[in-house]
């Protein structure tokens, strides 16, 4: 049975932004385990959450292209990042950076998918929002794909791709310099180094 959805308040929620929010889930998004942190930040309880969608937290601001891109990536067994605004069951909001990993079987197939997400800075928020905004009004008139059509012209205008886009404004925000003519190897090795410093392993 579907939720009702919360009612929007525009405030953030307050919540120790030092804490990593966690949860697992199957292979079709329903979740498995969420952290005590994910239930304090979300508002909901444990009870309340598991075997739900993982978009019981999904903020109506998100552009459904950003979710199109993150399940084409995390599908196929790549590594993903992306900042995503989620919606408490107060109706606040929060942002966050949201690192996908995998727990895979012995016939390396994927089992479930694991979900860390720490806060980000308001000037990472503030850059990223005015894109997202674009890709919602765009969505709004022409669906997923013409804000996919969007979204692809952007990052070839940048020669990025998402996660290269949300790794550059990270680490400018941080005053880490990324070079972006680098190789592909050379780039996913500085990926990999900072987020890895980023949430901690």
Excluded: C
């Amino acid at each position: 049975m579907e939720k009702k959805r919360p009612t929007l308040i525009d405030e953030p929620v307050k919540w120790d932004t030092t804490q990593t929010i966690v949860s697992k889930a199957d292979l079709y998004g329903s979740l498995e385990y969420v952290n005590d942190t994910f239930s304090s930040v979300s508002g909901y309880d444990e009870s309340e959450l598991i075997g739900q969608p993982h978009n019981i937290i999904r903020h109506p601001d998100m552009p459904k292209v950003i979710f199109k891109v993150l399940w084409d990536s995390i599908s196929k067994g790549k590594k993903f990042h992306g900042i995503i605004k989620n919606l408490a069951k107060s109706g606040r909001y929060y942002w966050v950076i949201t690192d996908f990993d995998y727990i895979v079987g012995e016939d390396a197939k994927i089992l479930k998918y694991v979900a860390r997400r720490k806060a980000i800075s308001p000037g990472v928020i503030a850059k990223v929002d005015v894109l997202y905004k674009k890709l919602s009004k765009i969505e709004e008139v022409s669906g997923v794909e013409g804000s996919e059509k969007y979204l692809i012209g952007y990052l070839e205008d940048h020669n990025l791709d998402y996660v290269e886009l949300i790794t550059k404004l990270m680490m400018d925000d941080l005053n880490q310099d990324v070079k972006v003519e680098s190789s592909t190897q050379e780039i996913e090795e500085v990926k990999k180094g900072f987020f890895g410093r980023f949430f901690g392993n």
